[in-house]
């Protein structure tokens, strides 16, 4: 990844943005549309609650998150944690993107832990898209930053 000028990741809370969503949804890196039926299917295959983000779970998420990346070294440009789902603009740092996105969603998941949460949190997996240049990765930070609530 040294081309790189570094890298968005989102994931989701569980169930809240399952395959067929009529806001798309994201399979190997690809962007597809609604499907009724195959969003039916997936909700039946679930084998938790619905987890949504309340506010206060949401500051938490966010620091413990901005606490890992500090500790094991990468950096945060933009950060936004919404009631389902995170998104992450980070720098081009020393770790893969797959340690560094199970760091972080570990923190957070052992913060909300600490804190009373039970059952699951967060989906499987996790979307990425590599930054190249400087045009890319500013419209990821606006994207981000727009998300931010």
Not at 55 to 83: D, H, M, N, P, W
Not at 132 to 146: G, L, Q, S
Request: with cysteine.
């Amino acid at each position: 990844m040294s081309n790189t000028r570094g890298y968005m990741v989102t994931w989701t809370t569980y169930g809240t943005w399952l395959q067929g969503n009529k806001q798309g949804f994201v399979k190997n890196g690809k962007i597809l549309g609604e499907n009724e039926g195959l969003e039916q299917a997936n909700r039946k295959m679930l084998i938790s609650d619905i987890f949504k983000l309340r506010k206060e779970q949401r500051e938490i998420v966010r620091t413990a998150i901005l606490f890992e990346a500090e500790r094991i070294g990468e950096k945060i440009i933009a950060l936004s944690v919404c009631s389902n789902h995170i998104h992450i603009v980070i720098g081009e740092g020393g770790n893969s993107v797959d340690k560094v996105v199970n760091r972080l969603k570990c923190a957070a998941y052992y913060a909300l832990r600490e804190c009373g949460v039970e059952g699951r949190i967060w989906t499987r997996g996790y979307d990425k898209r590599f930054c190249f240049d400087d045009r890319p990765m500013k419209n990821r930070i606006a994207y981000v930053m727009k998300q931010r609530r």
